[in-house]
Each structure stands twice: as C-alpha cells, then as structure tokens.
C-alpha cells in the first residue's frame, strides 16, 4: 500500500503568510496527487488535482507542485477564510495524508 | 448543481448491519465511478471503496474488505455500502463521492455510531 505522509500536522499562520504544507508518498505516484480543504463540520473540497492543477473557482493564492514522491501544497498570501484543515490524497490506490491542521494566528 | 446526500446512518450495535444510500442528481450518473470515503471523529479521511459506473470494477480499503459492500442502482441514480459486522472503530461520519480518480463532488456525510 501506498502511504501518504503530510507535515507538519499543525500549522499556525498570520494572514499574509506564505504557508507550505507538504507531503511525501511512499512510493512513486507520478501527479497521480490532489489536495482538498476541509473547513469545521463540512465535507472536504477539492482544490487540485494532478499535483498543479487549480479547480475553478479556487483562489488563485493556491497552488501545488511536485511530482514522483514530494508534493507541497502553498498558500501565497494567507487569508482568514483559509483556517481548515488540507489533506493530500494519492489517486492510483486512494490512500489520503493524515491532514494538516492551519490554525490563523 | 450536483448534488449528492448520503442517508442510512444512526446508532447501532458492535456486529451489527447498516445500509447507506446516496442518492444523486445534476450528473449523468451512468458514467461516473463513485467513492466512499469515512471520517472518524476528530480523524482524518479514509478511502473505503470505489465502484466503477457499470460495477464491473470495485475496490476495498483493506480496513472493510470482506465486511462491506459497494454496489449501485444507475436506474435510480443511487450509490449504497452494505455494512456488516460492524465495530466501535466503524464510528465515522460517512460520504459518498463522485470519481474521477479523486473526488471532485461530495455529499454533506451521513454519521454512523457502532455502540452498545
């Protein structure tokens, strides 16, 4: 099975701050990599898919790079709607990161 | 709008069955594969299963394998996880997911408490 390994787990940030939350897969996964935001008490929301690729109607201060086994997820600019928690998952087995918790400051 | 909700959750005892329903509307359900993925309290997110859009190909976590079952009704336009055997570490708050390798829309989830 293929891990996903995020860090750090908790993240606290002023707004403005450049904010990177990375994760390592196990083993190669090529881009086969999205991120999702999961705000307090909702379900998740997809940000990127294939490792860089921003949805629509996703604030453009998100963006992921990476490919093989390292990946980072980077908020440019923080912002107070940005507090939840992100998670990386790989899509060749499904396996997800244990999730980053960003706390604003 | 897509739109996907999850029903069938509730309280029931460790060994116990539950079947979840997710029902879905705004997409052409026919071509989609479809995920569950589960959300213990205060936990992280987990894969559990995904069915392709005819059913003829479906994947396990290995943490329910053999215990749950994925299966779809595409006249109805509905997903469903037949749980059984269940245990106290099945506590979760369910969704359900449409697939396109990663979930691109998902349901509000549906809780499911395994308690004597």
């Known amino acids: 099975d293929i891990q996903m390994t995020q860090s750090p787990s908790t993240l606290s940030a002023s707004v403005g701050d450049r904010v990177t939350i990375t994760c390592r897969a196990s083993e190669s996964i090529s881009s086969w990599l999205a991120w999702y935001q999961q705000k307090p008490g909702k379900a998740p929301k997809l940000l990127i898919t294939?490792?860089?690729n921003l949805q629509s109607g996703v604030p453009s201060r998100f963006s992921g790079s990476g490919s093989g086994t390292e990946f980072t997820l980077t908020i440019s600019s923080l912002q107070p709607d940005d507090l939840a928690t992100y998670y990386c998952?790989?899509?060749?087995?499904?396996?997800f990161g244990q999730g980053t918790k960003l706390e604003i400051k | 709008e897509v739109q996907l909700v999850e029903s069938g959750g509730g309280l029931v005892k460790p060994g116990g069955s539950l079947r979840l329903s997710c029902e879905v509307s705004?997409?052409?359900?026919?071509?989609?594969?479809m995920n569950w993925v589960r959300q213990a309290p205060g936990k992280g997110l987990e894969w559990l299963s995904t069915?392709?859009?005819?059913?003829?190909?479906?994947y396990y976590a290995d943490s329910v394998r053999g215990r749950f079952t994925i299966s779809r009704d595409n006249a109805k336009n509905s997903l469903f996880l037949q749980m059984d055997s269940l245990r106290a570490e099945d506590t979760a708050i369910y969704y359900c997911?449409?697939?396109?390798?990663?979930?691109?829309?998902w349901g509000q989830g549906t809780l499911v408490t395994v308690s004597s």
């Open positions: 997911a449409r697939a396109v390798g990663f979930s691109d829309y």
């Open positions: 294939k490792a860089s």
């Open positions: 998952q790989q899509y060749n087995t499904y396996s």
């Open positions: 069915i392709s859009s005819s059913s003829g190909h479906i």
């Open positions: 705004g997409f052409t359900f026919t071509t989609y594969s």
